[in-house]
């Protein structure tokens, strides 16, 4: 079992960066597929990014591409966020997850087994 805790959101103008952090406890953080969804008031929980057990591949949802950067540190147990060139529509709480999947990256969210609380991203326009 792995626990997530989030960091990092906050309000921030349009055109700003932020960087989000999930931490993971236990000793099995590599043996996780890593993924980053949001939800966004009244709307459906989405993926945003995802990237493999040992960092290698990547997958964005079309609306972050050029945008977001996912990516982690095993020895450190943690998976980041790089948000760049916010827009408002951005604004949601975010995310992380952990999937037992042992290749690939699994966009649905039936595929994570592991959730954190998340952390809320304002972007004023």
């Known amino acids: 079992q792995v626990q997530l805790v989030e960091s990092g959101g906050g309000l921030v103008q349009a055109g700003g960066s932020l960087r989000l952090s999930c931490a993971a406890s236990?000793?099995?953080?590599?043996?996780?597929?890593m993924g980053w969804f949001r939800q966004a008031p009244g709307k459906e929980r989405e993926f945003v990014a995802g990237?493999?057990?040992?960092?290698?591949?990547?997958d964005y949802t079309d609306s972050v591409k050029g945008r977001f950067t996912i990516s982690r540190d095993n020895a450190k147990n943690t998976v980041y966020l790089q948000m760049n060139s916010l827009k408002p529509e951005d604004t949601a709480v975010y995310l992380c997850?952990?999937?037992?999947?042992?290749?690939?990256?699994?966009?649905?969210?039936?595929?994570?087994?592991?959730w954190g609380q998340g952390t809320r991203v304002t972007v004023s326009s």
């Open positions: 236990g000793r099995t953080f590599s043996r996780y597929a």
């Open positions: 997850a952990a999937s037992t999947v042992v290749a690939g990256i699994i966009r649905a969210r039936v595929g994570y087994d592991y």
């Open positions: 990237i493999t057990r040992s960092g290698g591949s990547t």
